[in-house]
Each structure stands twice: as C-alpha cells, then as structure tokens.
C-alpha cells in the first residue's frame, strides 16, 4: 500500500521508531514485544531452527546407522546421551530429528495459514450463499476430530512426512479459516474497504492488498500457535507409526521407538525426545501467545 | 531415581546428562543348548476355578478351526476343537479323535475313531461329522485356510463303517497323518455348522466341537472365557482349572506389567522388552521350552533380493548371532536353517548331522562378497523389507541387514505398515506388490521338516510367497513324501533342506525358544511350542500356593 493510498482509505501507516542503536533497540523492541521469558523462548526455538538447519553437518554420528552389539550404551565422550535399542547415537538422531520434526509442522502452517486465509477472506469478501457454503463446509470439517482426520488421510494415502503434515492441515483448516473470518468480516465493514470499492478497486485487489495486512497478524500469531499444536500432533502421528518411518530421525518416532527399551530400564530415548518436544512447543505457543495478546491488545487500542 | 531427578528439573537433567543409567544386564539362559530348554512345567497338584491367561497376539478373527491358520486364532482353537491326531509335548504325533490307522496301500488311509467321544451339545461323534469335516477343505465355499496342495492331493474321503473314515489319496504323502494332527484333521459338529451358516466361528454362532474347553463368555475386543466340558471323552486328559479366561492384550508393557503384578496368571510368547522385568520376578516364574519357531525374512521373488545370490550374500554378511544376543536379549540361537533346530520327531541323528554341513551362522563378508558376484540383478535398486510397525525389534534386525547389506554395496530400505494391514502380505499377493521382502515370525505346525519344506518351497505350498520353484526340490519333496521309512524318508529331506538353503527364499535369521511366564499359583502347561494345537489350557492347574 502506498502512502497516499493510505492517507485516502484512512489506514494509518505503521509508526517509525526511533532509531537507536542497533543491537540495543532490537532488544529493548523485542522485549516488548515478547519480555524476557519470551527472549528464553525465542532463543529456544532459534537453537532448534539452527539445529534443523545445521544439525546434519554437526552430528557425529549418522543418526540412522547403528549396530545392535552398541544397543543401549550409557552416556559416554563418544556418545553424550548413549545409544539406543539399534546401537544409534542418541544425540545425533535428537540433533537430526529437529529437521523432521519442524518441516513437518512447518508444511502444516503454511497448508493452513493458506487455505485458511483463502477460504475466510473469500467467505467474507461474496457473503451470503458463498459465506454460508464455506461455513457448512468447515462444520463437517470440525465435527472430525483433528487427529482422526489426519489419520483417514494416511490411511488413504499411506504413510510419510508430506502425507501426513497435508492431512492435518486440512484438519486445522476449519480452525484457522474461522478465527481469520472473523477478524476479516470487521475489516470488511471499515470505511476504508466500502472507499476503495466507490473507488472501483476490484474485490481480490482490496483483498490481497488492503484487507489482508490488517488481518495478518491474526495470521501470524494463529499459525505460531498450530506451529506448536502441530509439532505434538507429528509426533503423535509418528508414535502410531503413520508418520515418519524408521530409521528416519523423529521426535515423536523417537519416543515410538523407545517404548520398550523405558520397560527394559533405558528411558533415555524417550525420554530426551520428549523433552525436546515439550520444551519446542511450550516456546512456541509462548511466543505466539504474547503475539496475540499484543495483537488484541493493539486492536482494542484502536 | 530417574522420576524424581527429572521432576527436579534442570539441575536433574544435568545429572541424568553426566551419570545415571538405567537399566540392568540381561541375565541371559543358554538357550542354544536344546539339553537347557524345557519340554513340560511341573504338574499341578491342586484343580482351580478360574485362571486368567493371556492370548499376546490379539484376539482371535473367528474359531473356526478351519479359519484357524495364525497366533491369534489357534492359541485358543487348540482346547476347543480336536484333531483326529495331536501333536504332544515333546513333539510327537499321537492318535487322538482317531483311535488307530491302518495303511491299505501307500495311498489309502483306514482311522478307526475313538468311541464314546460327544460334541458340546451332548451329541456323539459320528463317522459322517468327521467326513464333513475333511471334506469343508475341498469345499470352495467353506474358503478353508488349510486348503493347500495337502488338501489338494485327497482323492476321496469315505465313511467305510459305523466308525471307520477311509481317506484316498492321489499320491503317496508318508507326512499325512502329521498333517491331521494341524486343523487339516480338525472335527467339527455337521448340524451345528449347517445351522450357524455364515456366522459359523464368530461370537454370535460358534462352534461345536469336542475339545477339553467349551466356549463360555466372548467379550469382543477384551476376552473369551472358556468353561470345562465336563462330558469330555479323554477322562485321563479332563481340564484341571474350571474356566480359562483368555484375554487379548497385545501392548508389550501392558502384557508385562499384568503377569509381573499378577493380574494375568500367564501368558505363552512373553514380549521381549518384558524378558529382564520377568526374570527377576517374584510373583511367578519365566520358563524356556523347546521350540518350533525361527524369524526369517520372506523374499517375494522380485527385485534385487529375488536373485538368490543376493538372498545368500546377505544372510553370510550378516550377524545374526548378534542380533540373537541382543534383540532377542539371549532367548535365540542365529539360524542355521529354514527348519528350526530341534524340529523334528523322526530321523533325530540324521537331521542333526545334515546341519553340520550348512553355512555357519558366522558372519563372513568376503565369502559373501564372493556370492555376490554371481548375482545377475541390479544390485543398485534399494531392498524394500516390510515389517509391521507395531514391533519395534523387526525395525532393528532389518536395520542390522541394512548394515551389513551396506558392507557389501546392497541398500535395504525398511517398511513399516500398521500390524492389520501387514497380515494381508502372508494372504494377498497384490499387498506384497512392491515389496521385496517381508519378515516372519514363521512356525513348524508340526515337527516334520519335510511339510515345513514342502510349505516354504514346494511349488504349490502353503507358505510359498514368492513362486519358487526348483526341479530338483520339487522331485525330491515328491520322492520323500512317497517314502514311508522315517530314517530313509530323513534322508531324501536332508537332501531337500540343502538344496532350500542353498536358494534361500527366506533369509534364516534366528531360532527362538518358547518363552512362558506362569504366577506362582498356576502351573502344568507345556513349555514347548505346541500351544497352537495342543489343548494347553488342559493342563493347566495350581501349585497350592
């Protein structure tokens, strides 16, 4: 959006702070935003990112070859958390296992946050029959629950990562589109939205350009949210085997595949795995909280 | 210790981070020495109400004997419908609702029955209830489970007496009285099945048979009871424990936690993870017994494992003694064998000096290096092998014939399917499109090396996945199952079990033992692997304690 364009649809454009020095107005802006414990969370989720992202380069072991003469070693300099029931290092498949367990709900987020959107900015932007339509349609979709859904869509499709991430975002789908509709049908009645159509601006122009980023951060903080949600819902799918498929490294496959090694008095699989998981999606729905409430917070200000 | 470091928090995840390690050695039996494992557990001295049992595979899909063909169904089909033979024991194969044999020829079969033997119903056992029975194999509609080229080979099935049944053959099969001690000679109740029609073996109709046990309560999806027949015609044989419930708890932990609390008075197949908890119980007993079984991998002919030298190269490089050690935590011997060691109730001698001649169990990758090179395959395509997810340790054999499949230039991909689904690969050819293998928790219905061969690569057996086929086995097979002499008949299958192991159309990985675990208060079955057609539950009776 322009800013002349902005000054005649009465939006107002976002403010410039002042600048400080750089580092130090960063933090000083994101603990606003987020306050330390939120800093703690998003340090969190950045060591995991990089883990995703570099994990493969820094593991010292290949985290899916291992030999049942090394099964459950103890915690040694070779293996910091020991091996498990296949001689695996443990630490490179929890440091390999952060890749799989984020691009999943990664493909989960984006699925939704698009189809979500599409589905309630068009809902909002025709109404009536297409409204009700789409309403009917996210009903029958909410009636299921998320998991089970997810479920049918491997078991039709068989299983694996893409699969599976595809078939819960339909099944959050209803989630997101409803909460995005919401926040849209507000902007939808905002003089601004009525000026630009006097203007002659067509609907999906107004839609992508201007009710769109108002309705963004709703978007935003929704899919930091499902991020977390997804990230359990993975790994559960990979804990009944539907998900990723062994040897991959996978959290949630992880804590599978170390069912029987906690009975037999080695929990250490399991058991780091998880922990990974609940310290994962515990920042995550943080950070996203704090985005929301800040993102309410602004609304009512307005 | 671990929960309350854990609750502590990070200070606890450091510690657990630096020192502490759960978990005990596995103190291991010998079960490579056959001398070690047990044949029977002590008799009981007391008789009881009511003992609870688990059945760890699930619950069965019907009780049809004739449906009975995998762990669920037959480790309760066996106390409730009688063979005309029964495998004991110690193996060996004894009359039991046919009282004597008498060979005409080499291919007619004369069984005079026992007398006195009723249904459940209080019905006598009839001559024409055991041709009916025969018979439902050759009957396409009853979709027999056994019918097989066994089955196949029956030319004629006769009442020749009031209480007499004469079975022809086509060809001369020295193995058929075996085969009847299986659900191939399996009797059943003819007006009761008539009526029950398509409900015949489900919960709401049943079955009527002559077994020790009749069918009590069924509470689908938890358990079925079931209640002694008082009338039974074996009074030496008489169910010692009033009613057997029989539960169908499949999740290892679960299953563990049951018998080592006691909440489960035993259960046969006693999950590995639960051997070191079980072990060191208090409340019963862990027991080894002489087994049929083995774990292999079923090739299903295509692929880059459909070439045998493949198949060979794989087994040589592989280590399996140390996935016997380790996966099946000491309770298995690596497999020399398609025929598990001990299988076999005739020619002993004979069968124990042909496994000298076999590869060793040893892990020999130049040798296996060597074999390869006779592969004609592509040996650059990956080797799906399928499992079913629902057991863990498969995933960790496949991954240790991965390494060694890696040693040697092979890439071995597992599979994981849902536990329902994977059960479609022993019946249904179009599941296992696309596989190249699958694994197996295979079993010697009896113990007669020649039908389990006969099953795995003669041209039309039961357990044949993959359309082997070799001239010289086929002939062989043949030419055995014609000779009557135990020690020659041996012989001529010795030559047979070579000659299998030398094309390998399923990977031999290792020989299990039976592994039982019983409370204290009950006792009497058998350790051994007859579970599946012996009437175990019979036996079973109290200590007194």
């Not at chain 2, 193996?91 to 004597?100: E, G, Q, R």
């Not at chain 2, 489970?145 to 066994?150: E, G, N, Q, R």
Request: hydrophobic share 45%; proline share 6%; charged share 15%.
């Amino acid at each position: 959006m322009t800013s002349n364009e902005s000054a005649v649809l009465g939006t107002q454009p976002a403010a410039t702070p002042q600048r400080l020095p750089a580092a130090a107005g960063r933090l000083t802006s994101l603990r606003r935003r987020l306050g330390w414990v939120g800093i703690a969370c998003a340090g969190i989720v950045a060591v995991v990112v990089l883990a995703a992202l570099a994990g493969q380069f820094l593991v010292p072991y290949d985290p899916t070859v291992g030999s049942v003469t090394q099964r459950h070693l103890g915690y040694s300099a070779e293996h910091l958390l020991g091996t498990d029931q296949a001689g695996r290092d443990i630490f490179s498949r929890l440091l390999a296992g952060a890749r799989t367990s984020l691009i999943g709900p990664l493909i989960v987020v984006i699925t939704t946050a698009v189809a979500g959107s599409a589905l309630a900015l068009a809902a909002v932007w025709f109404g009536g029959k297409t409204d009700a339509f789409i309403g009917r349609v996210l009903d029958v979709l909410f009636a299921f629950p998320s998991l089970l859904l997810a479920i049918l869509g491997v078991a039709i499709f068989g299983p694996g990562i893409v699969t599976a991430s595809i078939a819960l975002a339909v099944a959050y789908v209803p989630y997101s589109a409803r909460v995005i509709r919401s926040v849209a049908l507000r902007e939808r009645n905002l003089p601004y939205v009525k000026a630009a159509e006097l203007q002659g601006i067509n609907g999906l122009t107004i839609t992508l350009r201007h009710v769109l980023p108002n309705v963004w951060t709703q978007i935003l903080t929704g899919s930091t949210i499902n991020f977390g949600y997804a990230i359990v819902d993975l790994a559960a799918l990979s804990f009944l085997g539907l998900g990723i498929q062994p040897p991959a490294a996978d959290w949630g496959l992880m804590i599978s595949n170390g069912q029987e090694s906690l009975q037999q008095g080695f929990p250490e699989q399991s058991l780091y795995a998880g922990l990974c998981i609940v310290v994962t999606v515990a920042a995550m729905a943080y950070i996203g909280e704090r985005l929301g409430g800040r993102a309410a917070a602004g609304r009512s200000k307005q | 210790m671990n929960k309350k470091i854990i609750s502590a928090g990070a200070a606890g995840l450091l510690l657990l981070l630096t020192g502490c390690h759960g978990g005990a050695a596995a103190k291991a039996p010998d079960p490579s020495n056959q001398k070690d494992l047990l044949v029977t557990t002590p008799a009981p001295t007391t008789n009881l109400d009511k003992i609870v049992w688990n059945n760890n595979f699930g619950e069965p899909p019907s009780i049809d004997p004739i449906k009975s063909a995998d762990y669920p169904a037959s480790g309760v089909v066996s106390n409730l419908c009688e063979s005309l033979f029964q495998i004991q024991p110690d193996f060996s194969i004894k009359p039991n609702l046919a009282k004597s044999v008498k060979n005409i020829d080499n291919t007619t079969y004369v069984y005079q029955l026992q007398e006195g033997v009723t249904f459940w119903d209080g019905q006598p056992m009839t001559a024409d209830d055991v041709v009916f029975s025969l018979k439902r194999h050759l009957d396409p509609n009853e979709i027999s489970y056994w019918a097989s080229d066994v089955t196949a080979n029956i030319a004629a099935v006769e009442k020749t007496g009031p209480n007499e049944v004469t079975v022809k053959l086509k060809s001369p099969d020295a193995t058929f009285d075996n085969q009847l001690a299986t659900p191939v000679g399996a009797v059943v109740e003819q007006a009761q099945r008539e009526k029950a029609g398509a409900d015949y073996g489900n919960p709401g109709a049943g079955v009527m048979c002559t077994g020790p046990y009749s069918v009590g309560e069924w509470k689908q999806g938890v358990s079925i009871t079931l209640d002694r027949y008082d009338g039974y015609w074996n009074t030496a044989k008489k169910a010692k424990t009033k009613q057997v419930e029989i539960q169908f708890i499949t999740d290892p932990s679960s299953i563990a936690n049951a018998l080592a609390t006691g909440a489960i008075d035993g259960s046969y197949d006693v999950p590995l993870s639960a051997i070191n908890q079980l072990s060191s119980s208090t409340n019963g007993q862990l027991y080894y017994g002489k087994s049929l079984q083995n774990m292999a991998i079923i090739s299903t002919g295509t692929g880059t494992l459909g070439d045998p030298a493949v198949r060979k190269a794989l087994t040589l490089a592989t280590d399996r003694e140390a996935i016997a050690k380790t996966v099946f935590e000491g309770t298995s011997t690596a497999a020399q064998s398609l025929v598990p060691n001990g299988g076999w109730n005739y020619g002993a001698q004979i069968f124990a000096d042909a496994r000298k001649d076999l590869p060793p169990t040893t892990p020999n990758i130049d040798e296996a290096k060597k074999v390869l090179k006779e592969a004609k395959v592509d040996l650059n395509k990956p080797i799906k092998i399928v499992y079913p997810i629902d057991r863990t340790f498969y995933a960790d054999i496949i991954s240790e014939f991965a390494n060694a499949g890696a040693k040697l230039g092979l890439k071995i991909e597992p599979s994981g399917v849902p536990g329902a689904q994977f059960g479609a690969f022993f019946s249904d050819p179009k599941a296992r499109a696309g596989a190249d293998a699958f694994v197996t928790t295979n079993y010697m219905n009896v113990a007669d090396p020649l039908i389990h061969l006969g099953a795995i690569a003669g041209p039309k057996g039961m357990q044949n996945y993959s359309g082997f086929s070799d001239p010289q086995i086929t002939e062989l097979l043949a030419k055995a199952k014609a000779t009557s002499d135990d020690d020659a008949r041996a012989k001529l299958t010795a030559q047979v079990e070579a000659l299998v192991m030398d094309k390998e159309p399923w990977l031999p990985v290792v020989d299990s033992s039976t592994r039982l675990f019983m409370s204290k208060r009950v006792t009497g079955v058998p350790a051994s692997f007859v579970y599946l057609y012996y009437p175990w539950a019979a036996d079973l009776g109290g200590t007194g304690k």
